[in-house]
Every structure is written in C-alpha cells, then in structure tokens.
C-alpha cells in the first residue's frame, strides 16, 4: 500500500491514477473524501494533518511507502511522519522544489520551506526520495480565468523562460521511485524537454483552444495576488523577483524524467492538449 498525500492536486491525482492503473493498492488522503474525484480503484481517507497520533495510525495501516506533499501535511509534517514510521512505512518519496540547488538563495521563502521540509525528512529515520522539479505546466493553469473572459491575458515578463513539466512526469518519476531499486536517497531535479517563454505557453494554450490568444505584459508592480492562485499567500513578491531573473534566461532542462521512466518528458504542447478544459474551452 502506498499512501500519497495531496493526493487530490495536480501530481499526487496523476501519481494515484497511474498507480491505480497499475494495480497497486493505494491510499488517497484528502480533507474532504465527498469532493475528491479520485480513480475507483484508490482507497480514499479523509485526512486531517493535526489529529491526534491515534487517528493519524490507521491511515498508515498496511503501508510501506508514502507520498509527501509540503501544503498537505502543513505544519505537522513530523506528526505525520513519525504516524507513518510507526505503521511500518519505510519508503517516502518528497515534493520538494528544485529551488533547493547549490548557490541557491537560502533566504528565498520557498527555499526556506522546502529546505524544512527536507530536513525533517532526513531526520525521520525513514529512506526518502527528493523530488525537486521546477515550473509546473499547471502553473499556467492561473491563466485560465481571463482565457474564459476574452483573447487578452495579461501578466507579468512575456519573456520568462522555463521548461514547464507535466505532473504526469513528476508523478511517474515517483511511481518509479516507489516501485524500483535504486531510488533510496536520490535527489531528482526534474523539468519538462524545452524552454517556452511565458507568451510562447499563451500562444500554445490558444492553438490548442482554436483560438487567437495574446499575451499583454504588464509591469510587475500591476501585478495581483488572483493572477498567481497558485502561489501561497505572501511569498508573491519573491516569486516575482525569482521571475524577473528568468527572463530570457535559458533554463535549467533535465534528462531526468526519461532517464528514471523511460520515456521523454511531455511537452508543454501535449500539456495543454491534455488540459483544455481546466484552460477555459469556451465556444469561439
Ligand atoms: N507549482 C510549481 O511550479 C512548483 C514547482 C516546484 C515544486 N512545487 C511543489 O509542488 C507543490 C504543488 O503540487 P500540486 O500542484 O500537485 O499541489 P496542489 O494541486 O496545489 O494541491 C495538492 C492538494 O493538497 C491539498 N492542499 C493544498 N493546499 C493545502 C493547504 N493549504 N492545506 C491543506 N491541504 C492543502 C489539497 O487536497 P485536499 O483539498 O483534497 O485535501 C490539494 O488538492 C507545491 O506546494 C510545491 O511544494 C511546485
């Protein structure tokens, strides 16, 4: 049995979905079981990170391997870790971010999270796997209520460049981490095959939507908190510092997710062909 927290959310739904394809028992936690859609196959429990030591030991029951998200265990990581030591886990593998690298700027609030996050792992006495991708293609998913609304998106640096991953890649990478040998304390940074500037994803989320989309660029100080839902209260200027600094700046691009699985990354494009509905589908 394999637990994975978060599992809802962009990678731990895909990690659940090709587990369950592949026949392993899994354990989907979430705080509300009625609103997750979760595959058929997945045992789904309702998960509340600060109960008590006694009700967080059944979710563990019959588990060797557990899937880490950082928002989905809060502050109780060490509850919970310690609740899945105790139930026999041996194996976790981390959503960590790829922030965490070597002249990385230790300051930086995500860093600082992730790195905490780490670090507790690492003192857990579990084995682990960190997982340190960079940007998410979903992260464009922020984009998605002004391509309902119109063919204008605006947003912040037309020009960053990031090689967006799919969740379907980290997630696979993380089954592969479970599943093989070889995975106990390896660090994997991942990416997805290419960089695609941020008015290069608008373009692409347009060609898949047959429509004529176009990117305004808006200086960052114009920027609101609604455009970046994804990004946790209060860490949104930093990130839009870290942003500035990738503008036409190639980025880091792994080989990692082939290497691990054996397939080559998703593309952007595929990403989107994938997402058109969460991208806002809307008659022409
Ligand atoms: N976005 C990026 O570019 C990026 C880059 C590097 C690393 N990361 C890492 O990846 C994580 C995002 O992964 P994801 O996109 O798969 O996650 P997600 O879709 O945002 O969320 C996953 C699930 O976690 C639970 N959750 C989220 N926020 C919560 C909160 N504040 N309190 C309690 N539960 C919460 C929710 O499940 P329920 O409602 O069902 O409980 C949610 O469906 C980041 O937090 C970061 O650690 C992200």
Redesign the pocket.
């Known amino acids: 049995m394999i637990v994975v ?10 990690l659940v979905t090709q587990l369950t394809a592949a026949q392993i028992p899994v354990r989907a ?5 009625g ?2 859609r979760l595959p058929e196959g997945a045992e789904v429990a309702r ?1 509340d ?1 600060a109960a008590e030591p006694a009700d967080l030991a059944p979710l563990f029951d019959g588990a060797f391997a557990l899937f880490l ?6 502050e109780h990581t060490d509850a919970v870790l310690a609740a899945a030591r105790k139930g026999g886990v041996q194996h976790v593998v981390v ?5 965490i690298e070597d002249g990385a700027d230790k300051t930086h609030p ?1 860093y600082v ?2 790195a905490d ?1 780490e670090q507790r792992v690492r003192e857990s006495g579990l084995g682990w796997t960190f ?6 293609a ?2 464009s998913l922020q984009w998605a209520d002004q391509i309902r609304a119109g063919d204008i998106v605006r947003g912040p640096f037309a020009g960053a460049l ?1 090689a ?2 799919h ?1 379907a890649d ?1 997630a696979a990478v993380a089954a592969r981490a479970f599943l093989d040998d070889g995975h106990r304390g390896a660090v994997h940074r991942l990416t997805g095959p290419a960089a695609v500037s941020t008015e290069e994803q608008i373009h692409t989320i347009g060609q898949a939507l047959g429509r004529d989309l176009r990117f305004v660029e808006v200086p960052p100080e114009e920027v609101t908190a609604d455009m970046f839902p ?3 209260a209060g860490m949104l200027p930093a990130i839009l510092e870290s942003f500035a600094e990738t503008v036409g700046v190639t980025p880091e691009i792994s080989s990692t997710v082939e290497s691990v699985t054996g397939t080559p990354a998703r593309t952007f494009s595929e990403w989107t062909q994938g997402h058109k509905n969460d991208l806002g589908l809307r008659p022409p």
């Not at 936690?29 to 079981?33: E, I, Q």
């Open positions: 927290t978060g599992a809802t959310g962009n990678v731990g739904h895909a936690l979430t705080r509300d079981p609103r997750a998960f990170p998200h950082m928002a989905a265990v809060g959503l960590s971010s790829g922030i995500i999270a992730h996050l997982l340190r991708p960079n940007a998410f979903a992260n990031t967006p991953i969740e980290i994804h990004v946790p």
